[in-house]
């Protein structure tokens, strides 16, 4: 290539000159406006993905003979005084089984949106004896013409009866409790462990806490693993005593485990576990969109009468609630009951 000449050392002394003649221009200044765009545009795509998720979420249910869609129930919410209650429940139905043969294992009901500005949640002992109306008055002299039933079969009786089971159980509460309960959402074994395998790859840090059992301290039980039932034998799982990270399938059993000398009233407290480990582990930012596909999942195998807008809003107005955790209590609390014994014999 050719060699150019160097320019002398005047020559450039003149052009730094007649550059430096040259006018600056200002630096720009960032607008508050613009920045508040950004803010909007990423907050926007934020949104987006978090829909996508949950599309992706709706679209991706499980299929085979375990997938079967959600149970459409009757119900007839009322508003309550102050706040919104939601009755969950968590049926235990197993593959193949219809609605009508299946019970109630968890029965709560959340408040959000109260004055204290606090998610609450009472968690009513499923061996509770309690009138229900058209069920318990009955002509049997043997009884005297009375006789109570065990809370969770409000259920399966509603269930016998097209599929209200949700409904009697919501007027079960309200003659009983004088509760009003606007929503419901209902969930089975599979809805569950699927939702906690979604939201939670790596599992749930729970510190399992088991009673005695024959008054004897335990550092390990085992559990019925009902999800790996076949041929209609339940295999067991062993769960240990101490902190630990727990799958859907793992913590279902551990929340669904009685056999220990709490009973009834240690499952409940279990329950409340998990419910309170979910939802202080849900606010790592990572879940922000693994929470919506959960969400999806979720949203297309469970019974509620809660449309996608309203999930939303009440998700949304409560997000500074989530903070606190919930507050949780049981009905009856310990001790507060006398052993009893329900009409089939079953203790009460």
Do not use: C
Not at 27 to 56: D, H, N, Y
Not at 83 to 100: A, C, F, P, Y
Not at 301 to 321: I, Q, V
Request: no cysteine.
């Amino acid at each position: 290539l050719p060699v150019y000449q160097s320019r002398s050392k005047k020559s450039k002394k003149k052009a730094v000159a007649a550059t430096s003649d040259i006018p600056k221009k200002p630096l720009k200044k960032i607008s508050v406006k613009r920045i508040f765009k950004w803010l909007a545009l990423f907050l926007l795509l934020i949104i987006g993905g978090m829909v996508f998720m949950f599309v992706k979420g709706l679209n991706s249910k499980p299929t085979g003979p375990d997938a079967k869609p959600a149970v459409v129930e009757k119900f007839n919410g009322k508003k309550s005084r102050d706040g919104v209650n939601i009755l969950i429940l968590g049926t235990d139905g197993r593959i193949g089984e219809k609605s009508d043969e299946t019970r109630t294992d968890s029965i709560m009901v959340v408040n959000v949106n109260n004055k204290e500005g606090k998610i609450k949640m009472v968690s009513f002992m499923r061996d509770t004896l309690v009138h229900i109306d058209g069920v318990s008055q009955q002509n049997i002299p043997e009884y005297d013409g009375y006789y109570d039933q065990k809370l969770n079969t409000a259920f399966t009786i509603g269930e016998q009866n097209n599929n209200q089971g949700a409904e009697l159980v919501r007027q079960m509460l309200k003659d009983n409790f004088d509760i009003d309960i606007q929503y419901y959402a209902m969930v089975d074994f599979k809805t569950f462990a699927t939702a906690i395998d979604t939201l939670f790859p790596n599992g749930v840090e729970m510190n399992a806490q088991f009673s005695t059992v024959d008054g004897e301290k335990v550092s390990e039980v085992e559990v019925p693993d009902d999800l790996n039932m076949k041929d209609g034998v339940v295999p067991q799982q062993t769960i240990k005593v101490g902190k630990q990270r727990m799958d859907g399938r793992t913590l279902l059993n551990y929340s669904r485990f009685r056999k220990d000398d709490e009973g009834d009233y240690g499952r409940t407290k279990r329950q409340q576990q998990v419910m309170q480990a979910i939802m202080k582990q849900v606010k790592n930012p990572i879940s922000l969109f693994k929470g919506p596909e959960a969400l999806g999942k979720v949203y297309s195998l469970t019974s509620t009468n809660m449309g996608m807008t309203e999930m939303l809003d009440l998700g949304l107005s409560n997000a500074g609630s989530f903070k606190h955790g919930i507050n949780p209590i049981t009905i009856p609390s310990d001790g507060d009951w006398i052993d009893s014994y329900d009409l089939y014999g079953g203790q009460g």
